[in-house]
């Protein structure tokens, strides 16, 4: 099992690009997650799915979009990129919902540099 | 709301024993999650309390006190290789985790 794997590894954008960034998970899990992580703030949620067809917003979803057409699949979009968007994007899976006791396996993540 | 503190960095010894500290003031907390992550790698999960009391799996152990909002990752034993960012992330019931900033290690030789 390849576990949960996103591409690309890394990007370099200019402001105002779009990409969409993919991740994909073979472990059957219904749970999937897209986080940011800056330094000195942890891994802040940006949007989640609770299943095919399904997406919701976390706590910094502003500036990005998300697709779950495919219960492996959940694409992250940047419409026009900016500077502050620079970080480093995971995504996780999990099986079950946050409350339940499970833990979140994360992809290797994504290095967005945004000029 | 909800708020996750820890120390920003540590150092410690190869050989020594290190408690990194976490606390939290989650509303409906119903656990706590304990991550390892290296640099330019992803988070991989280490621990989880939901009940007080501590918690062991081999070098590492990890501790909750609900009523005091606090838990605590204790390595002995130190290795070079647990050089690493560690991440405590507390849930709620109906809710996302919520990670604090994470800590730093550095173990020295």
């Known amino acids: 099992n390849a576990g949960v794997t996103q591409t690309p590894k890394f990007r370099v954008l200019k402001t105002g690009q779009s990409m969409t960034l993919l991740c994909a998970q073979d472990m059957n899990h219904e749970y999937m997650y897209w986080y940011r992580q800056d330094p000195g703030m942890g891994l802040r949620l940006i949007h989640y799915?609770?299943?095919?067809?399904?997406?919701a917003k976390g706590e910094v979803p502003d500036g990005y979009n998300v697709s779950r057409l495919k219960k492996q699949n959940f694409l992250l979009g940047l419409e026009s990129a900016a500077p502050s968007q620079t970080s480093v994007y995971f995504c996780?899976?999990?099986?079950?919902?946050?409350?339940?006791?499970?833990?979140?396996?994360f992809g290797p993540g994504t290095r967005l540099l945004v000029l | 709301g909800q708020n996750i503190d820890q120390p920003t960095e540590m150092t410690a010894t190869e050989g020594a024993i290190v408690q990194i500290n976490c606390t939290y003031q989650?509303?409906?907390?119903?656990?706590l999650f304990w991550y390892q992550q290296h640099a330019g790698e992803a988070p991989t999960f280490l621990s989880y309390?939901?009940?007080?009391g501590l918690e062991e799996k081999g070098r590492f152990s990890s501790f909750l006190s609900r009523s005091k909002g606090y838990s605590y990752l204790l390595l002995k034993e130190l290795q070079m290789k647990d050089s690493a960012s560690y991440l405590c992330a507390a849930v709620a019931y109906g809710q996302n985790f919520v990670f604090g900033p994470g800590t730093r290690l550095s173990v020295l030789p």
């Open positions: 799915s609770v299943g095919e067809g399904t997406t």
């Open positions: 309390n939901v009940l007080d």
């Open positions: 989650t509303s409906g907390f119903n656990g």
């Open positions: 996780a899976s999990s099986y079950s919902p946050p409350g339940a006791g499970e833990t979140q396996y």
